[in-house]
């Protein structure tokens, strides 16, 4: 059992079905689910018994959080897919998420496995500042309606884009990350030089760009803004604006062999618009690549 940061929370393996049952009831809470779209229990049972890994995150008897992982085959390679990380409202913005990322990161390499996928969605900078900035992962693939136009989830209210991102756990640039190095102020360093993709405007809007009206540079930005949710509640259309302009663009960076490397949560000095960075491996100005 590990103790964590927040001092009365711990993590332990979900090892029974009433434990799975919990997470189960964890996750009806975090995305609001109808009964078609949520974890089936002997789903949970069944996957546990194989060798997923189920990670709970207690806060005394209360199961707060959880990470949920398959094992995978992606393209061939042995990793884990992590299916599901979620992290009870009350509780969040304390480090948990994290802890359940770096738990999943010891047992798979315990067992030799170097490699974690998982998705998420693009225009949440919560989860865009956890998965590059604070874990290190990258991407390479864009997944448009991942699950579907719609499900029972008002999280998925506008659509179910998703970018594929993979951890390389044992590389040394994903270590170096997780005992604190701080890549900000190069990366903010960077974003001012690049030219971006999609720009959020002063009146919160998008302004879009294609690659071939910028100058061919090898980093390019790709902006969202610092709070989707509340755009999603108070004016749908602009979200879905927000949505088609950060699909577009991450659709042709990624064709043109940018692989998106870093965010940054508060390029203005304020919080939010956020910004990706995105690299082109090999270009001839790769002098001082940020991520090898
Ligand atoms: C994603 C989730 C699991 C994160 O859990 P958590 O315990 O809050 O995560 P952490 O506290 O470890 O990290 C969150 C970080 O985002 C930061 N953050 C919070 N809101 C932010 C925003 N709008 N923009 C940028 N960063 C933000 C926090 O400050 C924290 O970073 P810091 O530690 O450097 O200050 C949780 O928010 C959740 O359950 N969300 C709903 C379900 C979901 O999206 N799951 C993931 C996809 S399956």
Redesign the pocket.
Known sequence: MKKLSQPTVMLRDLETVAQLEDAIRLERE??KFGDSDLTPLTLAVATRAAGSLWIGAYDGPELV?F?FAFPSLERGRTGFH????????R???????????LEQRKRALALGIKEMT????PL???????NF??LGVISASYREQFYGSETSSP?HRNGTDRLWVTWHMAEPAVEERLKGKQTRAAVLDVLRDAESLVRCQGDGTPLEQNLSQLHKGRRIGIEIP????HIEQEDTALAERWRLATRRAFNEALAAGFVVTE?C??IRGQ??P?AYLLEQPGHEDDKQPLRQ
Not at 82 to 89: E, G, I, Q
Not at 91 to 101: A, F, N, S
Not at 226 to 229: A, K, P, Q, S, V
């Open positions: 975090v995305w959080g990470a992590s299916h599901t990380l979620a992290v009870h409202s509780l969040r913005d304390r480090g948990i998420g994290y802890e359940l990322k998982w998705t998420f969605d949440r900078g919560r989860n865009a500042h956890l900035s604070k999280l610092g709070d989707i949710e965010f949560r508060s919080p939010g956020g």
